[in-house]
């Protein structure tokens, strides 16, 4: 695992944004779950293939998403 | 397993704060690159921002420095005299098309002219979103909104302002970039372009205005991805990204040396110039 | 500056600002006030403050709430068409309680109206500065030793109550030139703390906020509510009313401005022809000195106003019906003459007798 994503449902709206951009296309919409706000959040189906290359967060409009990478030595 | 590093969180200067925008739209991406520049100049406390009337209404509970709120189209009123308060912070004006072009017309040209050290950043999505969907100032022509049903006629409703070539003859205005936050290097590009604002306000060059060609899905009435694929489609073709002005480029230090030269033959400037 | 120098009204006004520490001025050219303008930008460079002439007046009004919101003292001026641009700008004010000083050197009105003197801004000054719910303190001057010592106070009352301040003064008062001495500087270090100002969190508090806006009804009405308890502070504090030769007067006069001036001479005159006749001449218009009216034991009143007669409606709300509400004014920038007055008052004596 060389990256980690962290999708904070608080925020995320569901807009699908990230989903279109993540170069993994580890990324989808969690239709099984509802945030308090009412919207179905993004989730990462496959956290393994994650490089943490930050291009869902840089994208995402509500800050929803926090990125970790692996330190290289 | 391998020891983990943070590499992108949100912003110090962008309060944990749920926002009022729909979900896709982009004033969230621009307002997060806003306060990525107020953290990297290590600035939060001397920063003030005012925001407009429109969706960003409440974006002074979303950042961290002090905010006002201004009068629909006055933020630029007020960012000159804030700025002139305290001519060493940073002060930021964050507008809509509505806000800026439209009611707003003659402030933001003034304290254009009047090259006002203040950064404005300028949302262009073609349309008011807060209201539900009315003709703006940059709607574009034939485009249907709740006020131009049939299409945004310019026989009778006239054309839309392209805002950063409209400002660019004017001497207050050190920089003027036109950038949109549809793809992840637009995004990379459009934060440099704030970035060169709020460092044109640290080295005192005069007037900055960033514009982002932004969508709006829920009154356009499409995904996010969508919005973005009418906006390349439509609206980058009437605001072509780009540079719009920079003295710095020109090879001056500010807009009064750009100003001077400009207007060298006129012997009020050049006499003038002359006795300082 | 204690001796007497001889000003006119509308750079005393200028004046009295700077020394109560006012630094920041923005304003737009419109006659009878340009004389204000003119030395705000020929002493605030001496001083270190700013000069800014706006766009227009609605810049003008906005660059002033952006210096209040930053806690410093400020003002703009205009005349009557131009406060009618600024009046949303001051309804921002009020609604972000904001301290300010807007100063009015009226002309005749409406519309374009005339550049000669006025004080057809009433009802606008008391009434409707803007849209919402609010009041703000109105000063009327009729001196410019009191357009020196209200400009200067108004500061004050406005940084004590969080709220715009309006001196309303006329073409008259503006431009005439009387002696006056002016008042001290005033040291800036005993003003009430701004804590709420935007002047930067310097990482030591939570960010400020200036804003007018509440989405939630209940919020919007618990925060007029509040304000109103602060206008019912002013009126109790800050009522200002001079009294002359009201206490044996049938008669009593009410003026104020520079109508009031001209009710003095005619008072004088009346009562060297053995009239008892006096003068209530309100200095505050809001908060109304309606104690002062309603404390005198005239058998009538008689309103003088340089309008169509817009302060009736408070004399009589003052004196609840005890006592007949006259009214005699010129309107359109025609100043009325003392012989006019005196005769007015006369025919009204001659009216009691009878």
């Given amino acids: 695992m060389q990256g980690r994503v962290v999708i904070d449902e608080g925020f995320c709206k569901g807009c699908g944004i990230c989903v279109g951009v993540c170069p993994q296309s580890i990324l989808k919409l969690d239709m099984d779950t509802i945030t308090p706000k009412g919207y179905h959040p993004a989730t990462c189906i496959d956290e393994d293939a994650c490089t943490g290359c930050a291009t869902c967060a840089l994208m995402c409009p509500d800050v929803a998403i926090t990125v970790y990478r692996e330190v290289r030595a | 397993m391998a020891e983990m590093e943070c590499v992108f969180e949100r912003p110090k200067s962008l309060l944990p704060v749920v926002t009022n925008y729909c979900p896709g739209c982009t004033h969230g991406i621009v307002e997060r690159l806003v306060a990525e520049c107020i953290d990297e100049f290590d600035r939060e406390g001397e920063t003030v921002g005012v925001v407009p009337v429109g969706c960003s209404v409440m974006a002074y509970d979303f950042f961290g420095c002090d905010m006002i709120e201004a009068a629909h189209g006055r933020a630029p009123a007020v960012a000159t005299a804030v700025k002139r308060v305290f001519p060493d912070y940073l002060v930021f004006a964050y507008q809509g098309d509505g806000d800026l072009a439209s009611i707003g017309m003659a402030e933001t040209i003034h304290a254009a002219t009047r090259g ?30 709740q006020t131009s049903p049939y299409g945004r006629n310019p026989a009778y409703a006239g054309y839309p302002i392209r805002v950063c070539e409209l400002l660019s003859s004017l001497d207050g205005v050190a920089y003027l970039e036109r950038v949109t936050v549809d793809s992840p290097k637009n995004v990379r590009k459009a934060k440099k372009a704030i970035k060169r604002g709020f460092q044109n306000q640290v080295d005192k060059v005069g007037y900055s205005l960033i514009e982002v060609v932004s969508t709006c899905p829920t009154n356009w009435g499409m995904t996010p991805e969508e919005s973005f694929a009418w906006m390349r489609e439509n609206m980058l073709p009437y605001y072509p990204l780009g540079v719009y002005k920079d003295v710095q480029a020109d090879g001056f230090a500010n807009v009064a040396e750009a100003a001077a030269a400009r207007a060298a033959a006129c012997p009020m400037v050049s006499g003038y110039a002359e006795e300082a | 500056m204690s001796e007497k120098v001889l000003m006119k009204g509308n750079e005393a006004l200028a004046e009295a600002a700077m020394l109560a520490g006012c630094r920041f001025f923005f304003g737009y050219p419109i006659t009878p006030q340009t004389e204000l303008a003119a030395y705000m930008s020929k002493h605030m460079p001496k001083r270190e403050g700013v000069y800014l002439q706006a766009e227009s007046e609605v810049a003008a009004i906005n660059m002033v709430y952006g210096a209040a919101a930053c806690g410093k003292r400020t003002m703009t001026s205009s005349s009557s068409p131009g406060i009618s641009l600024k009046t949303e700008g001051i309804s921002y004010l009020a609604g972000a309680d904001l301290p300010a000083v807007i100063i009015n050197v009226q002309r005749g009105g409406p519309g374009l109206g005339s550049i000669q003197p006025s004080q057809s801004d009433y009802w606008q000054a008391t009434r409707a500065m803007g849209h919402g719910d609010f009041f703000l303190p109105v000063y009327a001057p009729s001196t410019v030793q009191e357009m020196a010592d209200l400009a200067y106070a108004a500061f004050d009352v406005a940084d004590t109550y969080r709220t715009p301040v309006v001196i309303l003064a006329d073409g008259m008062l503006g431009q005439m030139m009387e002696p006056v001495v002016m008042p001290a500087e005033r040291a800036l270090d005993d003003l009430p703390a701004k804590s709420w100002a935007t002047d930067g969190t310097h990482g030591k508090r939570p960010h400020n906020v200036v804003n007018s806006l509440f989405l939630d009804a209940d919020a919007l009405n618990a925060k007029n509510r509040e304000r109103f308890e602060r206008y019912a502070q002013i009126e109790r504090n800050e009522v200002r009313v001079e009294e002359y030769l009201v206490d044996d007067a049938d008669i009593v006069v009410v003026a104020f401005g520079a109508a009031a001036r001209i009710a003095r001479s005619a008072i004088n005159d009346a009562r060297a022809k053995g009239i008892k006749v006096g003068l209530i001449r309100p200095i505050t218009l809001w908060p109304y000195p309606k104690e002062a009216i309603a404390a005198c034991n005239a058998q009538a009143f008689l309103v003088v106003e340089m309008n169509m007669g817009q302060m009736v409606e408070d004399v009589q709300l003052a004196v609840n019906g005890a006592a007949p509400v006259e009214f005699f004014g010129r309107a359109g920038g025609v100043i009325p003459r003392p012989d006019e007055v005196l005769a007015q008052i006369e025919a009204l004596n001659e009216r009691l007798g009878d």
């Fill in chain 2, 116 to 145: 006002e050290n203040i950064t404005v950043i300028f949302i262009n999505n073609a349309i008011y979103g807060m209201t539900g969907g009315q003709m703006a100032p940059t709607s574009l022509p034939h485009q249907v909104t």
